[in-house]
């Protein structure tokens, strides 16, 4: 999973269960930006599908640290 990015659909849920599981989240704002009353945020914000190679790259180079 800490090779993974999880496209997250559902603002509460989702997120809780791919970081803990060690994914990287994104929350894409084409129709629905991110609610700013949340507990939980995601790695990544983008305005659209567009950004997501910008992420693959930003999350490649930061990896999430893996369990032993």
């Keep these: 999973p800490w090779n993974c990015v999880f ?3 559902n ?3 989702d997120i809780k269960v ?3 599981v060690g994914m990287k989240t994104v929350w894409i704002e084409s129709h629905l930006a991110w609610p700013s009353n949340l507990d939980v945020k995601p790695d ?3 305005k659209g599908l567009g950004d997501v190679l910008d992420i693959a790259v930003k999350a490649k ?5 893996r369990e032993p």
């Design 44 to 46: 990544f914000i983008l």
């Design 61 to 65: 180079s930061n990896p999430t640290p």
């Design 7 to 9: 496209f997250v659909d």
């Design 11 to 13: 603002t509460h849920t």
């Design 18 to 20: 791919a970081k803990k």
